[in-house]
């Protein structure tokens, strides 16, 4: 079975400040992982993805985030927050070898970004 | 080029009434995927389609909720005799390549209110 624990239901950062939001994850299988990030009122849009290459993977907007197989985590980051940055942000899991390419989404870590 | 798109944006019905909810995927993907995110959780899987036909209905709650894909493009999300339940914002993501390591670009959503 796959599933998704997002650590925080909230974080709040101030503006220039690093950024982690945590992520745990439980798969059956080989997985790939994926972090979305949704602003109020628009549609998901994919940061990053682990599909088995690089275990640090890089994404747009300056986040990055590294997957500890030992440690079963998917933490997200960022060096410094930026008000652009406050939004929904979800941890999702798949099988990676799967050819049905379901999504186990994570129930969000609502990111709160202070001037 | 265009996205995912779906419509209605907001649909509110009455309960027991019947409702469609469509969506156009990105032009030339072959896998079509439907979840529900209700207030507070992470978007649920419905339904995925490869070409016509659903590969997997597994997330589909009961009976009352059936999806179509005739031509392998526009799907159609139709749900008979609504609940109160029902409520939720209605998502569908549209891939270029069926599995597990593939990007899912999302549409805005159609959010239903069951009254």
């Known amino acids: 079975a796959q599933s998704v624990t997002q650590l925080d239901s909230h974080v709040s950062v101030s503006e220039g400040t690093p950024v982690l939001l945590r992520c745990n994850y439980s798969?059956?299988?080989?997985?790939?992982l994926f972090w979305y990030v949704q602003h109020p009122n628009k549609g998901l849009q994919l940061l990053l993805k682990?599909?088995?290459?690089?275990?640090l993977v890089k994404g747009i907007n300056g986040f990055e985030a590294e997957f500890k197989k030992s440690e079963t985590s998917f933490h997200l980051t960022k060096p410094s927050a930026h008000m652009s940055d406050a939004a929904e942000y979800f941890c999702v899991v798949s099988v990676s070898g799967s050819t049905l390419g379901r999504l186990y989404f994570g129930r969000g870590t609502q990111l709160t970004v202070w001037p | 080029g265009a996205g995912v798109s779906q419509t209605p944006s907001n649909k509110v019905t009455e309960k027991g009434k019947y409702v469609e909810l469509r969506c156009d995927p990105i032009s030339g993907h072959t896998a079509l995927y439907w979840y529900r995110q209700s207030l507070g959780q992470g978007p649920e899987f419905l339904i995925y389609?490869?070409?016509?036909?659903?590969?997997?209905d597994s997330g589909l709650p009961n009976d009352r909720f059936f999806a179509v894909r005739p031509e392998g493009s526009v799907s159609t999300l139709k749900i008979q005799r609504t609940e109160r339940g029902d409520s939720a914002v209605y998502l569908c993501?549209?891939?270029?390549?069926?599995?597990?390591?593939?990007?899912?670009?999302f549409g805005p959503g159609t959010r239903l209110t069951v009254t």
């Open positions: 993501a549209s891939s270029l390549s069926p599995g597990g390591r593939y990007e899912q670009y």
């Open positions: 798969s059956s299988y080989s997985p790939s």
């Open positions: 389609f490869q070409g016509t036909g659903a590969a997997d």
């Open positions: 682990y599909t088995s290459a690089a275990t």
